[in-house]
């Protein structure tokens, strides 16, 4: 091989080493980037109370020892009675049978939800429009209700009795709190392995490229 051509071919295998660690610098980066993806912010707090729906769930005898009153929460237009259950910071489950009837809030009662609950043991749903004084058992179930601003909701586990909080004091509970503020997203982790993909590819390409030189 004559020094030209051994010049050309040091020079091919320095400006690859170039090209590696530069493509290894920007993969760094971008990891860290990948790992500074948004993450889901706090709920939110406001000083003006609940002012779209308020929900009480009234545990009954699964209560905690030391929960003297029923757990209140707050959803900002929910699209029916389990979407403000969910937004209040309560987890549903419902029976699979039965669209719409809840079998578990929060994981309780302990069951396997798959047929109706006892009729002694059971999430009862109840609603109170603004400024009411007493519940009124829901006709309809979770997932066909329609709860507007200023409404209250209830569910209360047991025999179908009330929650044991009033709707008024069930709204009052709630003052000083808002929704869940909604989680924000962000696709910076998805962009940055589309990006990798491509480092990777190049990587292999020059590196076969130089190969056969």
């Known amino acids: 091989m004559s ?8 020079a091919r295998h320095s400006g690859g080493r170039c ?17 500074a993806v948004t ?3 706090s709920p939110a707090f406001a000083e003006s109370g609940c002012t779209e729906v308020t929900v009480v769930v009234d545990f009954g005898a699964l209560a905690a020892a030391d929960a003297a009153e029923p757990a209140t929460g707050c959803a900002a237009d929910p699209s029916n009675g389990l979407d403000a259950l969910a937004q209040a910071g309560f ?38 429009e603004p400024g009411a004084a007493e519940w009124s058992y829901s006709p309809v179930g979770g997932a066909d209700s329609r709860p ?3 409404d209250v909701e209830g569910w ?22 808002e929704a869940e503020a909604p989680e ?15 480092i990777a590819g190049l990587v292999v390409w020059r590196v076969r490229r130089d190969r056969r030189a």
């Open 39 to 41: 993450v889901p912010t």
């Open 148 to 150: 507007e601003a200023g």
């Open 91 to 128: 987890s549903v489950t419902e029976v699979a049978s039965i669209r719409g009837m809840v079998c578990r809030i929060d994981e309780l009662p302990e069951s396997t939800c798959g047929a109706a609950p006892p009729a002694k043991e059971y999430w009862s749903y109840w609603h109170a």
């Open 3 to 10: 020094r030209s051509e051994q010049r050309a071919g040091s």
């Open 156 to 177: 209360s586990f047991g025999d179908g009795s009330a929650p044991g909080l009033s709707p008024a004091d069930a709204a009052a509970a709630t003052e000083g709190a």
């Open 19 to 35: 090209l590696r660690a530069h493509l290894h610098t920007f993969a760094a980066a971008l990891l860290t980037s990948l790992f």
């Open 184 to 198: 924000e997203r962000s696709y910076t982790w998805l962009f940055a392995v589309a990006a990798l993909a491509v």
